[in-house]
């Protein structure tokens, strides 16, 4: 495939018992609970290099999911200071094929930020284990640390594939970690994570039906700026460029005229060619977020789904932080730290895999089936945007929503945080809609604050606050 009918491909999917090897690093100098096994106390992390004092324990380490492939997956757990009091969250990031640990955990919603130096780290002010346990997981094989001895898993990886890996993954790590059993269980992430997460959901819920007390105590998901359905996604990235000021009027209308809207996996060449006129037309931006300013040391001609990396921070701008990531992970004392890359993996860790990313080999066209499988099956489901992002927009999130034809519980409000509006809000019935104002695609990197606030609110399944004088239904 040409790279403008790969890169086009990309814009529009965002629109990312067995044996279990030892591995990993091990915790924090304080906190945690139970360790559960011999295997978990061997994952527990003493100190990551550059790390700060923390009163909670870290885990990290390979679960094998395919004994036989020798395919195994790498895991960053960071537990809360109580971790017995709180839930079990799993975070995934898309791509397909980026980094849970080099985005989320690094970036985004974890305990640490990486500093410029690429050698130390500092804390992040606004933690999602300051409420739940965080499980980051690099899936599928291939990403970040993860790994296959079987050459060709790299060039096959998928949807169905990723799903069923991910799942025979938590398997095997409760066994490891028997304390996080019947444990309250969600499923989190962001963009081609869209897919991941609803996938996995469905996989999770159907394995536990007729299951008096499954030990995957799953209660929801919440998935952000997702990939949800290829014709909505498709509607509302072109329609999001237009009404940004990122594309001409001719531009769009040919967009609408040239492009398909039911597939984005094959695009025609006339689509292919007005694409790359409408990409000329926006420039050298971040369509992660499209307010920032990009980092000048980095190229982003060549565009990729899931590289949401400009950070917009509460007291200063740091649009380079990828840099930093993949610096501080490709160390050796961070590797040992962490217990990774045991098996000598013959490639440097990088923020997204290339290989899984262009020879992705399944991607149904519409996640909506499942949404209205588990919305029906009473499970827990919120939707959250930021509206600063132009790769997976607010506007394909809303038309897809729309797609559901659920009926409104609570109609669209301001919510706020600090007496200032946050975002807007509306409640379905079964599913939950939130952006975030100002947010570009990676939420909590652009807005920390607010994310937590967002999170804390889906964990106790509370609405977003609004001034008492609103309006909340009619």
């Avoid at 960053?76 to 955990?105: K, M």
């Avoid at 000048?296 to 400009?310: A, D, E, Q, V």
Wanted: aromatic share 14%.
């Amino acid at each position: 495939m040409a790279e403008a009918a790969v890169l086009l491909a990309a814009i529009l999917l965002a629109l990312h018992p067995l044996p279990m090897s030892l591995s990993a690093a091990a915790g924090g100098d304080g906190g945690g609970g139970d360790s559960g096994t011999a295997e978990a106390a061997a994952d527990r992390i003493t100190a990551l290099p550059g790390q700060p004092r923390v009163n909670f324990s870290m885990y990290s380490g390979y679960v094998t999911v395919d004994a036989a492939a020798g395919r195994a997956l790498f895991y960053w757990l960071i537990e809360a200071a109580d971790p017995a009091s709180a839930p079990l969250v799993l975070w995934l990031n898309g791509g397909p094929g980026c980094s849970s640990v080099g985005y989320g955990a690094s970036e985004e919603l974890g305990a640490f930020r990486i500093n410029p130096d690429g050698r130390s780290l500092y804390l992040n002010p606004y933690p999602w284990n300051r409420v739940a346990n965080m499980l980051f997981l690099d899936s599928p094989a291939g990403v970040g640390y993860s790994y296959s001895n079987t050459t060709s898993d790299l060039l096959t990886a998928g949807d169905n594939k990723t799903a069923h890996d991910s799942y025979a993954f938590l398997v095997n790590w409760l066994e490891r970690f028997p304390q996080y059993k019947y444990r309250d269980f969600y499923i989190a992430g962001e963009s081609y994570g869209g897919h991941y997460v609803p996938q996995l959901s469905q996989l999770v819920y159907r394995n536990n039906k007729d299951v008096e007390k499954p030990i995957l105590n799953f209660k929801g998901f919440m998935v952000g700026n997702a990939v949800i359905d290829d014709y909505h996604d498709y509607v509302g990235t072109f329609e999001y460029w237009w009404t940004h000021g990122l594309i001409s009027d001719d531009t769009y209308q040919k967009l609408q005229v040239a492009c398909d809207f039911e597939s984005s996996a094959h695009a025609s060449e006339a689509c292919n060619k007005i694409y790359e006129v409408a990409e000329a037309e926006q420039g050298n931006i971040d369509a992660y977020s499209i307010y920032t300013p990009t980092c000048k040391k980095t190229s982003f001609l060549k565009r990729r789904l899931i590289r949401g990396n400009l950070p917009w921070l509460p007291r200063g701008y740091d649009p380079c932080t990828e840099k930093y990531s993949t610096k501080y992970y490709n160390l050796p004392e961070v590797q040992k730290a962490f217990h990774a890359n045991v098996t000598g993996i013959p490639y440097a860790w990088t923020t997204c895999s290339d290989d899984l990313f262009y020879y992705w080999k399944d991607s149904p066209r519409s996640m909506l089936p499942i949404y209205r499988e588990l919305i029906a099956a009473g499970l827990r489901i919120w939707v959250f945007s930021g509206d600063a992002d132009s790769v997976v927009p607010l506007t394909a999130t809303r038309y897809s929503i729309d797609a559901l034809y659920l009926p409104t519980v609570t109609n669209w409000y301001p919510w706020y945080d600090d007496e200032e509006v946050a975002g807007w809000c509306q409640v379905y019935q079964g599913l939950t809609l939130v952006t975030i104002r100002g947010a570009g695609h990676e939420v909590p990197l652009h807005r920390p604050r607010q994310a937590l606030k967002l999170f804390e609110h889906f964990l106790q399944d509370k609405p977003m606050p609004q001034p008492l004088h609103s309006i909340q239904s009619f």
